[in-house]
């Protein structure tokens, strides 16, 4: 069984940072790709950021100059640095590990989820 788990979420001024973390766990787990996704209230989940171990980043727009992605392939851990944080930014986060090769974008590809954290930001 594989475990994934975010870490970092809180409440944050508009134009302030936070850094989520995720670690993916498991006997035999290796992945493909780690992503961030993010879902606001009333919304659908949509894409964040991700990254392959090939190795290869990818943003949505609205986070592109922003956000930053990072990661350990070895350890299968995650990272997200959100800066200049928005209202609009406010959603719980995702973290998914897909195991094979496939679209970044698309949720269907992820195999393994986390539970979500709550990120706040306030005008």
């Known amino acids: 069984q594989v475990h994934v788990v975010e870490s970092g979420g809180g409440l944050v001024q508009a134009g302030g940072s936070l850094r989520l973390s995720c670690a993916a766990s498991g006997r035999t787990f290796s992945s493909y790709a780690m992503a961030w996704f993010r879902q606001a209230p009333g919304k659908e989940r949509e894409f964040v950021a991700a990254?392959?171990?090939?190795?290869?980043?990818y943003y949505a727009d609205s986070v592109k100059g922003r956000f930053t992605i990072s990661g350990d392939n070895g350890k299968n851990t995650l990272y997200l640095k959100m800066n200049s944080l928005k209202p609009e930014d406010t959603a719980v986060y995702y973290c998914?590990?897909?195991?094979?090769?496939?679209?970044?974008?698309?949720?269907?590809?992820?195999?393994?989820w986390g539970q979500g954290i709550q990120v706040t930001v306030s005008s």
């Open positions: 998914a590990a897909a195991r094979y090769l496939g679209s970044v974008y698309s949720q269907s590809r992820y195999d393994y």
């Open positions: 990254m392959t171990w090939a190795p290869g980043t």
